[in-house]
């Protein structure tokens, strides 16, 4: 899907890790002299770690990754860490690495 008139914009529709993972990324090789700035703003703890990871090997993608600490405090991050759900330990572990 191409945006108004610009050729060189692309709008990709879905999950942002798997198409950062399959489909941005893998454009964005060094030896291309190709360079990025990813700005990751995940709704929640929807980030795979992967994608994070995967940026930072490549060396041709800068990150501004927003966290989600209203998510972490409200689903994750209790008092009582043995009370939170394993759905949301999974989220965090996900996100974390």
């Known amino acids: 899907m191409r ?4 050729p060189d914009v692309t709008l990709y529709e879905g999950d ?7 489909q941005v990324f893998p454009g964005l090789r060094r030896q291309d002299a190709r360079r ?9 703890l929807h980030l795979r770690w992967e994608v ?3 940026a930072g090997r490549l060396g041709t993608v800068e990150i501004f990754l927003n966290f989600p600490i209203m998510d972490m405090n409200r689903n994750v991050l209790w ?8 759905k949301e ?3 965090m572990s996900g ?3």
Request: aromatic share 8%; charged share 25%; glycine share 10%.
């Open 52 to 54: 994070v990871q995967t």
């Open 16 to 22: 942002g890790s798997e198409i950062l993972l399959n």
């Open 3 to 6: 945006v108004g008139d610009r």
């Open 95 to 97: 996100f974390w690495g």
């Open 79 to 86: 008092r009582t860490p043995e009370r939170v759900a394993p």
């Open 36 to 44: 990025a700035l990813c700005l990751l703003d995940p709704y929640g």
């Open 89 to 91: 330990v999974e989220r």
